[in-house]
């Protein structure tokens, strides 16, 4: 196979479905760039040996013949400079450190929020991606998202990570997950689960995803799902009851 004169990006996945969906959304994006696809590691080799030029490598980690952060090893062997972006559905304490020392720029956790992929690649392609020190960190706003949709998308999505949420009078407060499960809570003046309350009923702010590890004593024990809808039931118990219409003169 002949190198194409454009330089490529190269997609490192064993599912068809994700992969259909990183086509789409690198059209999108980048129209005019050609994309790679391999399932497996001896497949990326062979793509490797032929196209020199790949100016962007999504790897998974998990691969039918084995792991994409040996194969990002290799790349970087041969093309120091390439930028490489790992995706991973088990997200196993230290992975995160390793992807960044074999010289990746970010580490994605499946599901793939799809509108972020594709700015973060817009970023990559336009040289605005973050510095080295802000690497594997997200920020947003409660205001584009609901706080228990944010909760529940690192719940579902089985995440080991702490996120941070500050209120718009400056609270802070810290939710760990371990494996999808809610650990522990904490504000200025609560632990546990009465923490873990106050933060849901937070009705605006933002958040962030700390590079820290998860708290090594557990304060919560009860089941996500259990925590959510008590919290949101409290949650609900505190908004205003509605004002009832003025009755009309005779």
Known sequence: MESNPQCPIMVIEDDQS??????DHLKVVLPDTPVLFAHTVAEAQVLLSQYEQV??????????????LDFLGDVKTVTPGAKAIVITAAPVPGLKQQSLDL???HLIEKPIEMFAFRELIRSIATG?????SNHFHFHGTMRQ???VDIIQIKCISKAQ??????NPVGDVGLIHFYQGEIVHAETAVEQGVSAF??????KAGSFTELEQPVAEERTIFETW?????????LADEQQPPPEEPEAESP
């Open 197 to 202: 309350n106050t933060i849901v009923c937070w």
């Open 55 to 68: 100016i962007l490598f999504i790897i998974d980690v998990n691969l039918p013949d084995g792991n994409g």
């Open 225 to 233: 799902e259990s925590l959510l809808m008590e919290a949101v039931r």
């Open 128 to 132: 605005t991606e973050p510095s080295q």
């Open 145 to 147: 998202l609901q706080l």
């Open 18 to 23: 994700l992969n259909d969906i990183i086509r």
């Open 103 to 105: 010289g990746a720029i």
């Open 161 to 166: 990570t702490v996120l941070q949420f500050t």
